[in-house]
């Protein structure tokens, strides 16, 4: 029973791990287990000890708030680094993305490389008729 160790330690009290120990009225009741904050008629939250005398539980939550928030904010920024690494792997030099896979990227590429090489020979070419076409009309030859 946690009512026998009312209006002594609050070390006494905590010993059985059911207790509740209000620093404010002394008194030792049992946890109400049922809920996770014990009632404000019973205890205020400022007074009330459980686990350890030296934390009340606004302290506790405060702090469990905390250390909860903090550990959403972490898992949510290496999220986000995870993301951004991978967004940023899938980019070719251009700065387009890319959804396929790299042998894909490497024949795109190439295949690039190839029509850009036809239109300069084609460019070389057209441009060396209209030369010859001008020599011709003038009579360079």
């Known amino acids: 029973e946690c009512g026998q160790y009312t209006n002594k330690s609050c070390e006494e009290c905590l010993k059985n791990v059911t207790c509740l120990w209000c620093a404010s009225s ?3 009741v049992e ?3 049922r809920r996770v904050l014990p009632r404000a008629d019973l205890c205020e ?5 459980w686990g350890v005398c ?4 606004e302290a506790l939550i405060i702090a469990m708030s905390v250390v909860g928030g903090t550990i959403l904010i972490m898992l949510g920024v290496c999220c986000c680094c995870c993301c951004c690494k991978r967004k ?3 980019q070719v030099s251009e700065g ?3 959804f396929s896979e790299p042998d894909k990227d490497e024949e795109r590429a190439a295949r ?3 029509k ?26």
């Open 31 to 33: 946890y109400p287990v």
């Open 96 to 98: 387009f993305p890319v």
């Open 26 to 28: 002394g008194r030792c």
């Open 112 to 114: 690039e490389r190839e």
């Open 54 to 57: 030296w934390v009340n539980f």
């Open 88 to 90: 940023s792997k899938k």
């Open 45 to 49: 939250l400022r007074s009330a000890r």
């Open 116 to 141: 850009r090489r036809v239109r300069q020979e084609e460019r070389r070419a057209e441009m060396k008729s209209r030369h010859d076409e001008i020599r011709r009309k003038y009579g360079t030859v």
